[in-house]
């Protein structure tokens, strides 16, 4: 059975950062997709980073953290991260990690198909 554990959520200050870790377990991700999303109370879920597994991986943002977030993963702890600077109060949301069983980048939330139970993510301004 496929799971996605995600951790590091947390209250942090705005202009402070955190890191999210989503470990995998059930399978082999190598050649997946991985990616963070995140929901607010009202909106719909927003698709915020991308990750390809293989050698030489690519990456994808959202423009609202580019520059902000990093993603990244560690094929042996089958683990992906998102580091998140200088955070804002709007970056507030539960925090989402996905898998996808295909090698394309893509930011459809539709499209993915494990998902993490969510790590709460709060900036105070």
């Known amino acids: 059975q496929v799971q996605l554990v995600e951790s590091g959520g947390g209250l942090v200050q705005a202009g402070g950062s955190l890191r999210l870790s989503c470990t995998a377990s059930g399978r082999s991700f190598s050649g997946y997709v991985m990616a963070w999303f995140r929901q607010s109370p009202g909106k719909e879920r927003e698709f915020v980073a991308a990750?390809?597994?293989?050698?030489?991986?690519?990456?994808d943002y959202a423009d609202s953290v580019k520059g902000r977030f990093t993603i990244s993963r560690d094929n042996a702890k089958n683990t992906v991260y998102l580091q998140m600077n200088s955070l804002k109060p709007e970056d507030t949301a539960i925090y989402y990690c996905?898998?996808?069983?295909?090698?394309?980048?893509?930011?459809?939330?539709?499209?993915?198909?494990?998902w993490g139970q969510g790590t709460q993510v709060t900036v105070s301004s």
């Open positions: 996905a898998a996808r069983v295909a090698a394309a980048l893509t930011r459809n939330h539709l499209l993915f198909d494990y």
């Open positions: 990750i390809t597994w293989g050698s030489g991986a690519f990456t």
